[in-house]
Each structure stands twice: as structure tokens, then as C-alpha cells.
């Protein structure tokens, strides 16, 4: 946590051709703004504004940076840039859309459709978990889809989770923040560190940085229906990694959902990143039902289940 | 030290340019680098940024004025730039890891040392005749060895881009290092990408240098290997060096070190196909390189809605 917090953008403040209304969220990396522009349309936006580089001071519109932050503030702006550059080259309908990009106040601004709706994070804390399967089957089909489209691009999200997906008041999914796809700078004692969301960063996240790949993307999309299920995340996975004290939803929830989706999200849980599906595709066909899950230890466990079952029946 | 130097890069007809060359010198060592980003992986020019920038840097550091061992310098530091390259890639999650060649050559004391990997070339031209010539890691230079294609058929065989030794590769990169070589008044290092050596002839090279000093030959070379490639060309980049006796030569174009201060150093990069000169400072973007950037951003966006 920075140990100091930025000041926002005032409300009214004019910022070119937008006028931010409030401030929608407050990260550490940055601050996202709702503003309405020339044709009063609703915006996001989404200003470069690391706290423990740069600090704003209430009443500032400039922020002020300290001489031997800035090549480190510029480098991250770099990082910011990344993200634009990853966005602008997806036009999904479940990807966030990139309206504009400009510089002022001596830092960078990405400007973002304005989506009405909820986070699934909230959706979530309403229900405390226990989402109806066909609203998860429906919800994650579809953020896949958008996913694909992300993996396609040769981009990770890396940073997948509830207060990521944005269910629009029509039901579809859009994924937000690509904040993690940029989150580069470890080395050299850089001061912005790799963000991860303990419970929903993949074990690759913590350690064996150059394992990270689809997979870990996929891991989190896992985490994030478990949490559906659970109303929280499952434990994380660099604690999982010490002792592993996950119990599978296939057990937790037997009964509560078809087996076939709670072993779906065993097979994203699994530590090894070789046990899960590795790509977008094999994950879809198993949400839209076309094929089985393979969590290869857990198919044998329940064809035996199934098999004992079987004799049991015939005796 | 007395030295003429002169280097460019060319983009070319391709889309970008994904070279990058630099040289820095202190009061008594010199580092040339030229880097050539492999095209067909993705970032191959953030692949030959960090590699170029990774050795000047390093030099700066080390050459105070001069290197302590110049073998062990370009070893340890080609080396950990194809893991800086590595790194970046892992932290940036890239499903690939940009890949670049690169050459670099250290001249202390009079004496020359180089190392490569991948098929940018460092060719010592004496008396207009080429002394020595690094030998390409490729498929094409391997079947040359082998007896089973002759040198002048390289620039044209189908498979003269396939090489098998690059930093950002997963295995270790082979670094193949010289000899110490001791440099005689008026020979000409020449480092260069394959740009400009593959529609060019060793005796092409030698023959332009042998007309003019390299500050008009080199020019000269980009041009005629750019209009003999043709639309199917690649990016172009070189270095040239010639190295002169203290006392012998006087001009504009001779760069003597004696006078600097034994902790400073010059640096000239080209970066982007432009020239920008720096000093001790080491700012990562500059207000330029932003606005580019920005700008970049918002045609693809403008590009992509519809």
C-alpha cells in the first residue's frame, strides 16, 4: 500500500475536451475519472499517476515529481503506453474500448467507453457467491470470448478477476484493466512493482515469471468462477504452493452445480500449469458443454468413482 | 587515441527499423555496437534497444577509462543483455521472447576485440583488402563451410536469413569472441547488419573504402546496397572506424581522446533511424519519444473503430 495517497482531478475540472464528473476508482498506479465530453457523452478515464512517484497536492493540477523520480516516473509512463497500444489494436465487443489517448498535466490520460453497469466483484458481494450456473456459463462464454481476442493480440491481462469483469445492464461481459498487462518493472530496484490479486494471480504470478502464458490467464478465470460459487477467492496460490489447503469445488459445492462445471474450475485451479487447459478455446468448449474437462488426476478419480458406482449399482 | 568514425541506419523499404547502433568512447576505450532486431519475432526492435543500451551502458560504467579485461567485458555483458532481454519478456508476459543479433567491438590500447552472435558482421579492412571477417552463425554459412554452396552464392539462397544463434533465444547464445588484433594506422573496423553486407561484396566494400575516406565511402555503400536490394530490402546499418597514429592525421573528422577527462565519456546512439547525442544523461523517454508514442496510439485507435 503507497503510504501516500494522490489527490484527484477536482470534479468540474476541464480536462481538454472532457469535463471529469467524479472519480470512479483510486488505484496506485492510477486514478480513473467519469467525465462526460463535448457532446455531454459519459467517458472513463484513466490517468498515469503512480503514487510513490508522483504526488499531487489538493488544489494542484500538476503533480509534483521528486528530480530523481522522474526517469522512473517516465519509464512507467512507458508501461502506460503499453497498455494503450495493447488496447487500441483490440475492437471487441468484450474488451474495453479506447476512445483517445493524450498528454497534459505532465502526465498521460487514457480515455475509455463508459460501460453502465456493475462489476461482477459486485454482483458477487450482493449474492455472497452462489451465482446461478446458467448466468455463469452465459457471463464467462462470453468474457472468453474477449479473452480470446486478448491471447490472439500475443497479450496477457494478467491481472483477471471479479473487479476486472464488468457485466453491462444487458448482461454481457466486458474485461477491463489492462493495467497488468504492463506491470514490467521488477528489476534493477525499480520502484513500481508486479501487481497481483492474491487469490486470483496464477503461481506462475509469484515465481517462474517465465512460465506466465495463457494458462496463467486461465488460472484466474477459474479463480474468478470459483469466487461466483464462494462468494471469495480461493486461497493463494503462493500459500497453496507452501500447503495447499484448497478443497476442490467438486467437493465443496456437490450438488449445488453440475459436476461438469465444478470440475472445470478444479482443472483452471490446478498449481501445474501444464494440468490446465492451455488455451481459451479448450476452456470455452468446455463451459458451452462440446467436451469434458481432463484435470488428468481428477478424470481418473471420478471414472473410478463412476466406475465403483457402476458395480456397487449392479450388485 | 585517434579515430575517424562515421555510422548510420537505414530503414529501408521496410515498415520499421529494427537495427539499432551506437558507439561510446572514453579518454581510452572505445565500444561500437550494432544490433540487428530479428523481424520475424515480435519486438525485435525492443530486443536490439535493450541490447545496444544495455553495452553502452555498461561501458560507461566500466571503462574508467579503461576496461580491465575486454573479453570479460564483452562476455559477461552480451551475455546478461540476452537475460535482460529475457527478463523483460517474462516480465512483460510476452507469449515470445524478442530476438536480436549483435556485434560489438572493443579497441583499448591499440588492440581490437570483438564478439558476435547472429549474422551482423565485423569486417578489418587493411590496405584495402578484408584481414579478417566474422563468420555468420547461419544455416547459409554453415553450408559454406561445409563445401556445399560457394560465398557468393550467400546473398542470394533462400535460406540466408535463417540464423541459429541470437540473444533471446532459450538457450544460452553462443558468443563467438576474436582475437586481440593490434590495429595499424589507417585500417578500418566496419560492424554492420546484413542490410548492407548481403547485396554487397567483400570487394565492393574494400574498393569504396579505398576511393574515399569512410565519411563519404560509407554513405556511399548504404546507398548503392540500398538501390541493389531493392523493394525486397532490409533495414541498413553500420559502423565504420579508422583508426589513425596520434600525430599523423589532423582534421575535423579525427576524434583524439587525450584531452577528456579519464571518468567522462561521449555516446552517439541511433535510435528510431535518427541520431540524438547524449552525455551523461540516461532519461528513458524524452518528450519526443512521447509525443511519438501518443501519436502512434491514437492512429490505431482511429484505426481500429469503426
Known amino acids: ?315 | 587515441m585517434k579515430f575517424s568514425i562515421y555510422q548510420e541506419s537505414r530503414q529501408g523499404p521496410r515498415k520499421a527499423n529494427q537495427d539499432r547502433v551506437a558507439y561510446c568512447y572514453s579518454r581510452d576505450a572505445l565500444c561500437m555496437i550494432v544490433a540487428d532486431g530479428m523481424g520475424g519475432h515480435l519486438h525485435g526492435e525492443v530486443a536490439a534497444q535493450i541490447a545496444t543500451q544495455f553495452i553502452a551502458e555498461a561501458f560507461q560504467r566500466q571503462a574508467k577509462p579503461q576496461l580491465e579485461d575486454p573479453f570479460r567485458f564483452l562476455f559477461d555483458t552480451i551475455m546478461n543483455a540476452h537475460l535482460a532481454i529475457i527478463d523483460y519478456a517474462n516480465e512483460r508476459g510476452l507469449l515470445e521472447t524478442p530476438r536480436t543479433t549483435v556485434v560489438c567491438c572493443i579497441v583499448q590500447d591499440g588492440l581490437a576485440y570483438w564478439a558476435h552472435v547472429g549474422d551482423s558482421r565485423l569486417y578489418l579492412i587493411r590496405d584495402g583488402r578484408i584481414v579478417v571477417q566474422t563468420k555468420d552463425h547461419s544455416r547459409v554459412q554453415m553450408l559454406v563451410d561445409s563445401g556445399r554452396i560457394r560465398e557468393e552464392a550467400v546473398a542470394h539462397h533462400p535460406e540466408r536469413n535463417k540464423i541459429f544463434n541470437c540473444l533471446g533465444q532459450m538457450a544460452p547464445p553462443k558468443i563467438d569472441l576474436s582475437r586481440p588484433t593490434a590495429l595499424r594506422h589507417g585500417d578500418t573496423l566496419l560492424l554492420c547488419t546484413d542490410g548492407l553486407w548481403s547485396p554487397l561484396s567483400g570487394r565492393l566494400i574494400c574498393e569504396a573504402l579505398l576511393r574515399e575516406d569512410i565519411m563519404s565511402a560509407v554513405p556511399n555503400l548504404l546507398d548503392l546496397a540500398e538501390s541493389r536490394a531493392g523493394p525486397d530490402g532490409d533495414n541498413l546499418s553500420v559502423i565504420a572506424m579508422t583508426w589513425a597514429e596520434e600525430l599523423l592525421e589532423d582534421g575535423d573528422q579525427w576524434i583524439s581522446t587525450v584531452e577528456m577527462d579519464p571518468n567522462a565519456y561521449k555516446t552517439t546512439v541511433v535510435q528510431f533511424g535518427r541520431t540524438s547525442q547524449g552525455g551523461q544523461e540516461g532519461g528513458y523517454l524524452s518528450d519526443e519519444e512521447i509525443e511519438r508514442a501518443i501519436a502512434e496510439i491514437r492512429n490505431a485507435i482511429k484505426k481500429h473503430s469503426s
Not at chain 1, 473487479?163 to 466486458?174: H, L, Q, W
Request: proline content about 5%.
Open chain 1, 1 to 315: 500500500m503507497p503510504s501516500q495517497a494522490n489527490q484527484p482531478l477536482p470534479d468540474g475540472y476541464q480536462l481538454q475536451n472532457y469535463r471529469i464528473t467524479k472519480v470512479l476508482s483510486c488505484g496506485g498506479f492510477s486514478i480513473v475519472y467519469l467525465a462526460h465530453d463535448e457532446n455531454n457523452q459519459p467517458v472513463a478515464i484513466k490517468e498515469y499517476l503512480p503514487s510513490s512517484l508522483a504526488l499531487r497536492k489538493e488544489g494542484d493540477a500538476l503533480p509534483s515529481i521528486a528530480e530523481e523520480n522522474l526517469a522512473t516516473f517516465r519509464y512507467g509512463m512507458k508501461c502506460f503506453f503499453e497498455e494503450g497500444r495493447a488496447l487500441a489494436r483490440l475492437s471487441h465487443p468484450n474488451v474495453v474500448r479506447v476512445l483517445n489517448f493524450f498528454r497534459a498535466n505532465e502526465t498521460v490520460y487514457l480515455v475509455m467507453r463508459y460501460e453502465r453497469g456493475r462489476t461482477l466483484q459486485e454482483h458477487i458481494q450482493a449474492r455472497r457467491g452462489a451465482m446461478k450456473e446458467n448466468f455463469i456459463r452465459r457471463v464467462f462464454t462470453l468474457l472468453l470470448n474477449g479473452l480470446r481476442e486478448v491471447h490472439s493480440n500475443k497479450l496477457l491481462h494478467l491481472d483477471i478477476k471479479p473487479a476486472n469483469i464488468y457485466i453491462r445492464n444487458d448482461g454481457t461481459p466486458v474485461l477491463i484493466d489492462f493495467g497488468a498487462a504492463r506491470q514490467t518493472l521488477t528489476s534493477e530496484g525499480f520502484k513500481l512493482n508486479p501487481m497481483y490479486t492474491p487469490g486470483f494471480a496464477s503461481p506462475e504470478h509469484y515465481q517462474k515469471r517465465d512460465l506466465l502464458g495463457p494458462w496463467s490467464d486461465i488460472y484466474s478465470v477459474g479463480a474468478s468462477l470459483f469466487a461466483c460459487l464462494a462468494g471469495a477467492a480461493p486461497q493463494a496460490a503462493d500459500l497453496r504452493m507452501e500447503r495447499d489447503r484448497y478443497v476442490s469445488a467438486t467437493k465443496l459445492f456437490a450438488g449445488k452445480y453440475s459436476t461438469q462445471l465444478l470440475e472445470t474450475i478444479d482443472w483452471c485451479l490446478q498449481l501445474d500449469h501444464l494440468q490446465r487447459p492451455q488455451s481459451v478455446m479448450a476452456l470455452q468448449k468446455v463451459l458451452l458443454r462440446e467436451r469434458d474437462p481432463e484435470g488428468p488426476r481428477k478424470r481418473s478419480f471420478v471414472a473410478n468413482l463412476r466406475s465403483t458406482l457402476m458395480r456397487l449399482a449392479r450388485r
